[in-house]
């Protein structure tokens, strides 16, 4: 039991790297989430990286909608390739979670301005 009026701080990594909770967790495997049903055990509220009813992120929609836009420009002006290898990719925790320092390649598509 929680008292009434503590204050609390959750770390969100943990819910999102627990077998209990995510099938092959410490992997970063996007397709989980967009094919639940094959990647079982999945629960999606286990992790709420921007918290939820009266005191959620107020940038939530703008942060979705930046990832959303500049997802769509990257794909449809450039081929990419990452070039740093995965395995030397971790997360680095400073105001949020954020991978570490990686490079990509990008090469322009011919035709898309």
């Known amino acids: 039991m929680i008292p009434r009026g503590t204050s609390l701080i959750t770390l969100n990594e943990y819910a999102g790297k627990r077998n209990r909770w995510f099938n092959d967790a410490e992997t970063f495997n996007p397709q989980r989430w967009l094919n ?5 055990p999945h629960s999606p509220e286990a992790l709420i990286p921007f918290g939820s ?6 940038g939530r929609q703008l942060a979705l909608m930046e990832i959303k836009a500049s997802i769509a420009m990257i794909c449809h ?8 290898p995965v395995e030397k990719i971790h997360e680095e925790l400073s105001f949020v979670v954020q991978p570490s320092a990686y490079s990509i390649r990008l090469k322009p598509l011919t035709g898309n301005t």
């Open 36 to 40: 639940p049903e094959q990647h079982q």
């Open 53 to 58: 009813g009266p005191r959620f992120c107020p």
């Open 77 to 84: 002006c450039f081929d990419w390739q990452l070039v740093t």
